[in-house]
Nanobody
C-alpha cells in the first residue's frame, strides 16, 4: 500500500506558475506508474499527465502540453508537476494517483491522494 499527499496548490494570477508535490509513503513509488489528474467543479476528472514506471516515459493531455512538466524523484519518493503559463481554465482540484499497471487511466488507478486546490484568477 502507498499513501499519497499533494501539496503546493494555491491562488495565482493568469500567466503565473505553481509547482505541485505528491509525497508518497508506505511504499516506494519506483514500482508505480504515477499521474496527475484534475477535476473542475461540475466536470469529470481528467488525466492530465502520467509518468510510467521502469523508465517508460511521460505523456500529457493536449490541454497542458507545453505548459506543464511532470517529473519524479524515486529516491525521495516525490512526484512533481511544474505548471507554467497558467490559465483560468486550469482552476481545479489536482489529484495525485498511482497504479501498478504500466499505463494509467481513470479506470486503472489503485491509489489516490486527497487533492490540492489550484485557482487561477484572470
Amino acid at each position: 500500500q502507498v499513501q499519497l499527499v499533494e501539496s503546493g496548490g494555491g491562488l495565482v494570477q493568469a500567466g503565473g506558475s505553481l509547482r505541485l508535490f505528491c509525497t508518497a509513503s508506505g511504499r516506494s513509488i519506483g514500482s508505480y506508474t504515477m499521474a496527475w489528474f484534475r477535476q473542475s467543479s461540475g466536470k469529470e476528472r481528467e488525466l492530465i499527465s502520467q509518468t510510467r514506471r521502469d523508465g517508460g516515459g511521460t505523456n500529457y493531455a493536449d490541454s497542458v502540453k507545453g505548459r506543464f512538466t511532470i517529473s519524479r524523484d524515486d529516491a525521495k519518493n516525490i512526484m512533481y508537476l511544474q505548471m507554467n503559463s497558467l490559465k483560468p481554465d486550469d482552476t481545479a482540484v489536482y489529484y495525485c494517483a498511482a497504479t501498478v499497471s504500466y499505463n494509467l487511466d481513470l479506470n486503472r488507478v489503485d491509489f489516490w491522494g486527497q487533492g490540492t486546490q489550484v485557482t487561477v484568477s484572470s
